[in-house]
């Protein structure tokens, strides 16, 4: 079965700091992609970014960056420069193009984020 | 374009009544999947078409959930004799690719039901 863990409930950083978001996935199939979704207060479904777990490359999207450990099934969200509008629920998602769960994304419980002025 | 858009973005019903929720994917994207939440979670898969297939329905709960894409474009979930417990917001995504779960998913807004 696959499964999304996210151990950190809630979390708070200033303005302007670094804050890193913790992610550990667990398959056996090793075709997938990650995902991190980004929940503000109004409740719609944001794309942050994503990684194909073929590419080395950590990818990078403006603020927001990955740490992709694929042997430590990791991969944790760091935004740079907080500002308010970060302020969100932050889900991880796993998504399969094989196997018993073709289609879906698997999302973690989440973590919600909150920057302070 | 438009995004992925869902109607009613709220619904109240009574315990007992069924209800249909409709969602319209982003034009041209092949795939549409059903997601419910609960309050504090994370989505959780229900079912997903490619075109107007459905793919997979292991996520449905129960025989009261079904869903339909007849036309490969908008779809319905359909809640019947609803309960208390079915009570959540219920999230449609769309990708543009037939791609499963490695093709970024696109999400509506949501609508947000509750039985009384």
């Known amino acids: 079965a696959q499964t999304v863990t996210q151990s950190q409930p809630e979390m708070s950083v200033q303005e302007a700091e670094t804050v890193t978001l913790s992610c550990t996935y667990d398959?056996?199939?090793?075709?997938?992609?990650l995902f991190w979704y980004k929940q503000p207060p109004s409740r719609q479904m944001i794309l942050v970014i994503r990684q194909e777990a073929y590419k080395q490359q950590n990818a990078t999207e403006n603020r927001f960056s990955v740490n992709f450990q694929k042997a430590a099934k990791s991969f944790s969200l760091k935004i740079s420069d907080s500002q308010l509008g970060d302020t969100a629920m932050y889900f991880c998602a796993l998504g399969l193009n094989y196997g018993g769960s073709q289609g879906n994304l698997i999302f973690g419980k989440g973590t919600k984020l909150s920057v302070k002025p | 374009g438009a995004g992925v858009s869902q109607s009613p973005r709220y619904k109240v019903t009574k315990r007992g009544q069924d209800v249909a929720l409709r969602c319209d994917p982003i034009s041209g994207h092949v795939s549409l999947y059903w997601y419910r939440q609960a309050l504090g979670q994370g989505p959780e898969f229900l079912t997903y078409f490619n075109y107007e297939a459905q793919q997979d329905k292991s996520g449905l709960p129960n025989d009261r959930f079904s869903a339909e894409r007849p036309e490969g474009s908008i779809s319905t979930l359909t809640i019947q004799r609803t309960e208390q417990r079915d009570s959540a917001m219920y999230r449609c995504?769309?990708?543009?690719?037939?791609?499963?779960?490695?093709?970024?998913?696109?999400f509506g807004p949501g609508t947000r039901l509750t039985v009384l």
């Open positions: 995504a769309s990708s543009l690719l037939a791609g499963g779960g490695t093709d970024t998913q696109y």
């Open positions: 398959t056996s199939e090793s075709n997938y992609y």
